[in-house]
């Protein structure tokens, strides 16, 4: 067991589970992952494998046929993952947090439909808050949803949807003017849908359409795409907690989640760059000797090891106090911007231990150098980040004059 980004006070179950999952991403994922993400290709043997080792039930509730997990043990999970691969980790951050809206937001009725499939892995969810006008801006959203009899009638374009074409289940935040007076704050005007539909590309169900993949500079493998309404109908039972209005706070809910996980992708990929790193680093020789034993590559080491360890710290920190039943936004937000930005170095350090062989795609850098710009992003850029920080100091910091 490496040294680097232990955590203490473990469980022996949590501690098992880790285990597991480290050994699953040696043997299955580390191997094939550089090839698959070349093809863009699905790892659909992957995901078989984190079903049978029910990876997709892990915080989902015991009575609900899942593991019953913390966010700190699911958070530890997605860091091995993500250390292997980032876009498997892909795969199940999205199913995760719209199975945690469920929990916390979802009607008895919801829980019951949907969470045991989720947990089996047979339905997987996707979430779905971006459109191609707004970016970071989700009082902007411009998709609706009109009452009509007993449905709801949606219409409108999102974007950067993961899962958007393997899913079968869409969190879908949109617009909803009823009961609501002209005036309203945006965020209490708006609303979760829980979309089911069917795998693919296409129309997945009437006033559907999933266009197809958005190619990316990396993140491949996990498919993402668009998701277009035209006059899509949704049943009233579909309105996550059974109640329009809540929406933006139940995605923003999710999106702590989110955060956290977008950090510990960042803890793993930071992990492996390292790995790469110091391997190489002990291989390669000038003037004589390995480059591990030139000043420079040594501090270089000091400074990437320094930082994996203190983004693992600080993730953990979020994914406990998220756990506690306490207010996270200020450490998930710390964690995330922290991870996002350390990985970014870490991985760009290890291509330049690499030299010219880090440039080509035999080595396995030159995909996490593609990789690690994703997580500058996801969930929220570096700039919505220091926005929330600066916000909750001010909240924990009030000036008592």
């Not at 090839?35 to 863009?40: G, I, K, V």
């Not at 659909?44 to 915080?59: N, R, S, T, W, Y």
């Amino acid at each position: 067991m490496a040294r680097l980004a232990q955590t203490a006070g473990l469980t022996d179950i949590q501690q098992e589970i880790l285990s597991t999952v480290r050994d699953f991403v040696d043997k299955e994922i580390i191997p094939v992952a550089t090839e698959l993400e070349h093809r863009d290709e699905y790892p659909q043997a992957i995901v078989d494998g984190l079903k049978e080792l029910g990876l997709f039930g892990l915080m989902i509730p015991e009575e609900y046929g899942g593991l019953g997990e913390s966010l700190l043990t699911y958070a530890l999970c997605v860091e091995e993952i993500a250390r292997g691969w980032m876009s498997v980790s892909g795969i199940i951050n999205t199913h995760f947090i719209v199975a945690y809206m469920l929990k916390q937001h979802g009607t008895q009725e919801q829980k019951d439909h949907f969470l045991p499939r989720m947990a089996a892995g047979d339905v997987r969810g996707a979430f779905s808050m971006s459109e191609p006008g707004l970016g970071s801006d989700v009082s902007a959203i411009t998709s609706k949803a009109v009452k009509d009899g007993d449905d709801y009638v949606l219409n409108g374009q999102k974007m950067w949807l993961t899962n958007g074409g393997t899913s079968t289940l869409v969190a879908v935040l949109v617009r909803s003017d009823e009961g609501h007076p002209e005036g309203t704050a945006p965020h209490k005007s708006m609303t979760t849908f829980l979309v089911e539909k069917e795998p693919g590309f296409g129309e997945v169900r009437p006033g559907l359409t999933i266009p197809g993949k958005i190619d990316k500079m990396g993140y491949k493998g996990v498919d993402t795409t668009e998701l277009i309404m035209d006059d899509l109908r949704i049943p009233a039972n579909r309105v996550l907690g059974g109640a329009t209005g809540r929406g933006f706070y139940q995605m923003m809910d999710g999106v702590e989640v989110g955060r956290v996980n977008v950090a510990a992708r960042g803890c793993g990929v930071a992990q492996r760059a390292f790995e790469l790193g110091v391997s190489y680093a002990q291989q390669r020789h000038t003037f004589g000797k390995p480059i591990a034993q030139h000043q420079a590559i040594q501090f270089k080491l000091a400074e990437m090891a320094t930082k994996v360890e203190a983004a693992h710290a600080m993730m953990v920190n979020a994914a406990r106090k998220k756990d506690s039943g306490e207010r996270n936004d200020l450490e998930a937000g710390m964690a995330k911007y922290l991870a996002s930005e350390y990985c970014k170095e870490v991985v760009e350090d290890a291509f330049r231990i690499h030299g010219g062989y880090g440039f080509s795609k035999e080595y396995e850098i030159e995909r996490l150098y593609r990789e690690a710009p994703m997580l500058l992003i996801g969930e929220g850029t570096a700039e919505i980040q220091k926005m929330i920080i600066g916000r909750r100091l001010l909240e924990e910091y009030r000036f008592q004059g």
